[in-house]
């Protein structure tokens, strides 16, 4: 991307932001008001930008064919929201009648406690976190339903979720991750551990009698962790709006309490580097307060969760894991799952029927993704 594409998109970028936060802004020109829209669709928020502008009445005043296109998409999302909520319900209450104990958690969970209508929020799956010991038996239930685990890597270090999806007699794609740690990326990976959040879990009766979430609190630290791990240094609004939502409902003793269980769980760095990111698109007034705070209380220790650079490599992302990690032993293995996955994977992958083939596949693996792992990416919306 050249320097003037970058500083038009990030323009484009705050101007979103600047009608997200206040939708009684004036009206732009018919050139500026298709890049608002053109940069809502690209972070995924054009439903929510529709329904800001039209509770705030100003949405008779923008371009024809940005309300016709707006209008369309939330009919759109709104209808296929009636779908994914019921078929949700369905995967909630077969995993209860296994004894399996599913929390939702950020996007789809955040659509309902947070944002005015579900269809809102936009998301192409729903994450659900169980115990480990349970995670066999929550893929057994989604397979029951129809759900096929999707073709990818697996090992006990490599991946702390599974992906399963189907597609529904209406054509519609319904995917589910499975999780049993809250982030792959292991200097994250156990900040939080699932008997607190269950502990600390609320009811999301929306959703049928069987599902729980977990408390905002615990939300906000889990949108931290989210963005930090899989998305560094996202310029996307998507995931920093989640959090916008959540603080925006906080009062002081919930923001002071958001910022202590960050510090005691070492992840003051991360919450303070998108607080930050948070504060430059939104401006919430609350938040110079908590960047304050983290900022005096954040201990100089390697047990703080360090940062992944704006620009990274997946190489850069395995050595901080295996830094994180406390063994040679565990190291070795996180590299030996990575260079040399499943033998199964590799047949499902390349389409190899004979065994003695492998070996040579298993080279050209490494060899031909090697300057992929090496080139430094930046994550952007």
């Known amino acids: 991307m050249t320097v003037a594409a970058s500083?038009?998109?990030?323009?484009?970028?705050?101007?979103l932001a600047a009608v997200l936060r206040d939708p009684r802004t004036a009206v732009p020109d018919r050139a500026a008001a298709q890049e608002i829209v053109d940069a809502a669709e690209r972070h995924r928020m054009f439903?929510?930008?529709?329904r800001r502008l039209s509770n705030a009445g100003t949405l008779p005043q923008w371009p024809r064919n940005v309300r016709d296109r707006l209008a369309a998409v939330e009919r759109e999302s709104a209808a296929v929201e009636c779908i994914r909520s019921r078929e949700l319900e369905q995967v909630l209450e077969a995993l209860w009648g296994a004894g399996v104990r599913a929390l939702i958690f950020k996007g789809a969970a955040l659509a309902y406690t947070h944002y005015p209508a579900p269809h809102l929020r936009s998301r192409t799956d729903t994450d659900i976190l169980l115990e480990a010991a349970a995670a066999p038996t929550g893929g057994r239930v989604l397979e029951s339903l129809g759900y096929l685990p999707q073709h990818e890597?697996?090992?006990?270090?490599?991946?702390?979720?599974?992906?399963?999806g189907k597609h529904d007699h209406f054509g519609i794609f319904h995917a589910v991750d499975l999780h049993w740690k809250i982030s792959n990326r292991h200097a994250l990976a156990d900040r939080i551990g699932f008997d607190e959040l269950w502990r600390r879990s609320v009811p999301l009766p929306a959703l049928g009698s069987t599902a729980v979430t977990v408390d905002p609190i615990h939300a906000l630290l889990l949108a931290?962790?989210?963005r930090a791990g899989h998305h560094p240094g996202s310029s996307n609004l998507l995931w920093l709006y989640d959090m916008y939502v959540l603080l925006e409902r906080m009062n002081d003793a919930e923001r002071r309490l958001a910022v202590s269980v960050a510090v005691e769980r070492g992840l003051a760095l991360v919450m303070c580097e998108c607080l930050e990111s948070l504060h430059v698109a939104f401006s919430l007034p609350q938040l110079e307060a908590m960047i304050d705070d983290l900022n005096a209380r954040r201990p100089s220790s390697r047990d703080v969760a360090?940062?992944?650079?704006?620009?990274?490599?997946?190489?850069?992302?395995v050595g901080r894991d295996l830094r994180a990690l406390t063994t040679w032993a565990a190291r070795w293995r996180l590299v030996r799952?990575?260079?040399?996955?499943s033998s199964s994977y590799m047949r499902g992958k390349y389409g190899i029927t004979g065994s003695w083939t492998l070996p040579a596949w298993y080279a050209w693996r490494i060899v031909s993704g090697a300057?992929?792992?090496l080139r430094r990416q930046i994550e952007a919306a």
């Open 7 to 15: 500083k038009g998109t990030a323009g484009s970028v705050s101007r």
């Open 47 to 50: 439903a929510l930008l529709g």
């Open 337 to 341: 799952e990575h260079l040399f996955p």
């Open 224 to 226: 931290v962790v989210h």
């Open 306 to 317: 360090p940062l992944i650079p704006h620009a990274w490599s997946q190489a850069g992302i």
């Open 153 to 164: 890597t697996s090992g006990a270090l490599v991946s702390h979720q599974r992906h399963f």
């Open 371 to 373: 300057p992929r792992w």
